[in-house]
């Protein structure tokens, strides 16, 4: 099992950045075993949309809204992911999830709000 505790979520003004970060804590079996971390976000009334995701690798993916604004981080010695997100709108106005995939499992934190707002 795989705990994700995610941290660095506000309110910010449009243009405005902010950093998340997500740390994985469990077994050692499993943090080793950690393929995929990223985030995802859920805005009211809509699904869950992947933001960016990064390999162990260090290979990335980011959803076609955030590209060239977001930039998605993992260091794997200390289990952790991070989330760069600058020139804030106010449609990124979301839950922002940390989510971590071990051989077809996920595995999700708490969730933590992002408002951009003036």
């Known amino acids: 099992q795989v705990q994700l505790v995610e941290s660095g979520g506000g309110l910010v003004q449009p243009g405005g950045s902010l950093r998340l970060s997500c740390e994985a804590s469990?077994?050692?079996?499993?943090?080793?075993?950690?393929?995929?971390m990223g985030w995802y976000r859920q805005a009211p009334g809509k699904q869950r949309e992947m933001v960016a995701t990064?390999?162990?690798?260090?290979?990335?993916n980011y959803g076609d809204s955030v590209k060239g604004r977001f930039t998605v981080s993992r260091d794997n010695a200390n289990n952790k992911v991070y989330l760069q997100m600058n020139s804030l709108r106010p449609e990124d106005t979301a839950v922002y999830y940390c989510n971590a995939n071990i051989r077809a499992t996920n595995f999700w934190g708490q969730g933590t709000q992002v408002t951009v707002s003036s």
């Open positions: 469990g077994s050692i079996f499993a943090l080793n075993v950690i393929d995929v």
């Open positions: 990064v390999t162990r690798g260090g290979s990335t």
